[in-house]
């Protein structure tokens, strides 16, 4: 059984950073692209991040562009968000979520797998 757990969310001041983990099991994810997600309250759920499986492209949401970085560490089948800069409307659940390949990473509907999320909050 596949299952993807996040972490490093928490409470940060504006202009900070945080880094968010996503660790697999039950899968190699090697062979799989990969997605950060985000949704805040009342919001629908939007990619911030994607990374192909083979970490040779990635895309960002405009709104992140610049301040965030996705990576993944295939040996340690764990991907990451490395969020600088951070703003209050940053603030938002985080989820990870795994594609199969050839797939567009905007299509939110396309990613199999996801993990139960982890909060982030942004203060003023």
């Known amino acids: 059984q596949v299952q993807l757990v996040e972490s490093g969310g928490g409470l940060v001041q504006a202009g900070g950073s945080l880094r968010l983990s996503c660790a697999a099991s039950?899968?190699?994810?090697?062979?799989?692209?990969m997605g950060w997600f985000r949704q805040a309250p009342g919001k629908e759920r939007e990619l911030v991040a994607a990374?192909?499986?083979?970490?040779?492209?990635?895309r960002y949401a405009d709104s992140v562009k610049g301040r965030f970085t996705i990576s993944r560490d295939n040996a340690k089948n764990t991907v990451y968000l490395q969020m600088n800069s951070l703003k209050p409307e940053d603030t938002a659940v985080y989820y990870c979520?795994?594609?199969?390949?050839?797939?567009?990473?905007?299509?939110?509907?396309?990613?199999?797998?996801w993990g139960q999320g982890t909060q982030v909050t942004v203060s003023s």
């Open positions: 990374i192909a499986w083979s970490g040779g492209s990635t």
């Open positions: 039950g899968r190699t994810l090697s062979s799989y692209n």
């Open positions: 979520a795994e594609q199969s390949r050839g797939r567009n990473y905007a299509d939110t509907a396309s990613y199999d797998y």
